[in-house]
Each structure stands twice: as structure tokens, then as C-alpha cells.
């Protein structure tokens, strides 16, 4: 065993856990406490609830104890994105205008976490309503790079982000309307999935765009992400958009053999719609020899321009947001912060023609992708087009500069998994890719990212921060 367990995976704390070999309090305590050493450099929480934390680890210590052991998350340390509905703790969308709303009820994901029998550790910080960050304009500061803390985490799932990479959680939950799981996950080195959409439901998370947002794990492998999602999973009746189809197993595939799969490089997507900076091209190079290595089929796929699907996926996100936020906005401006005022406000120069004619073309460019995928098992592009910036440089208008590399999959509405592929040299930043399958083929994304990090030595290094 580790001499931290705040170190461990998931999977390695479950089986310990299981042997009765590690304690759920013993291993909450000491994410307790690295949250107390390192939060006040690091600023993930929005509401830290180590008490209740405490509670569930001793209620699952007993359950444990009785052998009523209730799977691999049970008695595991999770986070949740502060957009996540919580019976009595505050839900705020990292916002004022939310500040002090306490929900009745769990979102229908944390309920299945704590049916699983999961340790709720507190609310984690966000972009204001996953869209407006970093800010400094709010109640609290945004979440910092455990990696370089000068450095952002990407967002929108900030403080998630921060928190795994971090060792003061093993799993947090994050969201995904463009890129909000898989951008921080990628800047701070973890494996987070964007589900296929419908999988997971939304009920009891605070919308940003109803026909985007994915709900989502984070974790420090990819593993740990699957038997997380595992947990999250299930048909959900009251929302409208989840999927009526049977939960599949997310980590049955995990140890066969990836030789024949065959993977798609979206290149141009990399190299010339969005180039990438050169420490991430020479990481996805890398990971494509990897990837040959261990015997699977490398082609060449030509999608549509990276610019179609940001465009598309930009009108459908802003038309939304600003319909939920209108009312709000102009009542209270006062009460959001700048970024996510503007950002938002942005929507409100969409014409209902300009809405439907997004949603037309989504529909054409999905027809794209589909054909493009015949004879494909997963898809290959970067996580990022670059490691992580200066937290108070991030440009408030960068979504709109260039072409998200993320939002595809987003107005595609298929599986994508972002996974550490290296460190730039130098800085030590995390780089990473993204794997992208068919619709509701998450075991599959799954087998292949895991293959990639059994055979690297990524998920063997952690942030300095943790040895000081």
C-alpha cells in the first residue's frame, strides 16, 4: 500500500477497502487534510464540508465492517462541481447571484454517488455558472493549477480539476457543454469522460445549454473515471433528454487487448484548424506510436472544419444560455461577475433564425462524423491545444478567438475521454489527448485509454506540490 493514500486510484483504495486493509475514515482524514494544507493556495472548494465528509466515511466503515461492501466507490473521497444540487449545502454555481440557495433534494447523479456509497467531501469551484471564468469579481477565487499554481485549470469544472490532481479527493464531478470536463481534466493531467449524451442524467445541475451539457467523472485514471461513471449511470424518467437504454459495463473491456482497434488521427483538427502548441503535437505523435505498438490500425479521418462545429456549437450554447439567464441578467446584472455577464449577454444578439439554423447544421455535421467513423473504433485528436496559461492572462474572449477543439463531441453528442499524454518539458505542465468513440461506446473509449496508460509512465508522476 501507498504511505499516502491520497496517492492511491479508486480501484487500489476499493480493494484495500474491501480487504479491510484501509479504513474509509482513515483515507477521508488524510484527503481532509491535504484540503487543509494545500486549499488556501489552491481555492477548489467553494463549501468544504469535512463533517459531513466524516459521517458518510464512518457509516461506510460500519457497512464495510458488516460485509456489506456496496462496490468499487464505496467509501472513496468525491467532489462535487459546485452546479450539482445538494441537499442542504448551498448550491451557487460559483455565482452571487446563488449565494445562499440550499436545495431540498440531490441532483439524481450525486444521489446514485451516494447510493454507491460514495464520501461527499463539499462543493467544488466552477467558472460562475460554467461559463465565466477564471474570475476574481466573485464570492470566492477561482480554483488554481496544482501543477504551477500561477497557472489556470482549465474550466469549466475548475475546482474539480484541481482537487483530483491534487490528492484531496479521488473523483470529482464536473459538467460539459464545450469542453468543460475534458479541458481541465487535460490541463491538469487527469482522465475525465464526456459521456454520449442522454447517458448521464441533468436533473438537480444548474443548466448552461440543455442540448449540449453532459454531466461527467473526473478522476486520475481512466479506470477510476469508469467505475465512477458506473455509479453515475442510470435512466432517468424526469429528464427528458436521458437515454432509456440499459447501463452497460464501463470497465469489462478494460484489460483485453486493443491489438486490431483501429484509430482515427483527426490531424487537421490539431495541426492546422486549431494548431496545437508544439509540446502537445509531439505528444499526440508519440501516443500514435504507442498506439502502434501495441498492434492497433492508425488512419488518417478528415472531418468537417474544427470552425463549423465551434460555430454551430457557439449559437445553440449562447441562444440557451441567455434564455435560461435573460431574466436574471436584466434584474440583477450587478449579481454576476464580468465574464460571465459578457459571455452570457453575448446570446442576446441571436436571432431565432440564427438558433434554428445552428440546429440544421448540427444535424448535417453529425451525418459527417457518423460516415467518417465507419470501420473506426475511436477517434484521435488533442485534449488541448496547449498546456495551461497564466491564470490571470486566460484572454475573456478565447472561446470566441478560436475554434474550440473540444465542442465537436459536444454538438455530436459522442463519448469523449480526455487523457494525460505527457509533460511539457521544462515546465512540467501536463499535455493530453482526447479519445472519441461511438455513441454510447464509453467501454470501448475506456479500453483504449486504459491500454495508453498501462503502457506509459504518466500516471506515475504527481504535482510537486504534494511532496512539499
Known sequence: MKSDPTLLTIREASTLMAERKLSPVELTKACIARTQALDATLNTYVAFTPELALEAAEAAEAEILKGEHRGPMHGI?????????????????HSNLLKSRVPTEDAFTVAKLRDSGAVITGKLGTFEFAIGGPSFDLFTPPARNPWDPTRTTGGSSSGSGAAVAAGMVLGATGSDTGGSIRSPSSLCGLAGIKPTYGLLSRRGILPLSQSLDHAGPMCWTVEDAALMLQAMAGYDSLDPACADVATPDFTGKLDEPVRGKTIGVIRHFHEWDHEAAPPVLAAIEAAIAVFRSLGCVIKEVTLPPLMDFAAVG??????????????????????YGEIARDRISMGGLLTGADYVQALRQRQELSAAVAEAMVGVDVLLTAGSPFPAQPIDKVPKWLMYQKPSITMPFNVTGLPALAVCAGYEDGTGLPVAMQLVGHAFEEATVSQIGHAYEQATQWRSMRPSLLAA
Do not use: N, Q
Not at 457557439?314 to 436584466?330: G, K, N, V, Y
Open 314 to 335: 457557439m449559437i445553440i450554447m449562447s441562444s440557451e444560455a441567455f434564455a435560461i439567464h435573460e431574466a436574471d441578467l436584466r434584474a440583477t446584472p450587478e449579481l
Open 77 to 93: 473521497p468525491v467532489g462535487l462541481k459546485d452546479i450539482y444540487h445538494t441537499a442542504g449545502v448551498a448550491t451557487t454555481g
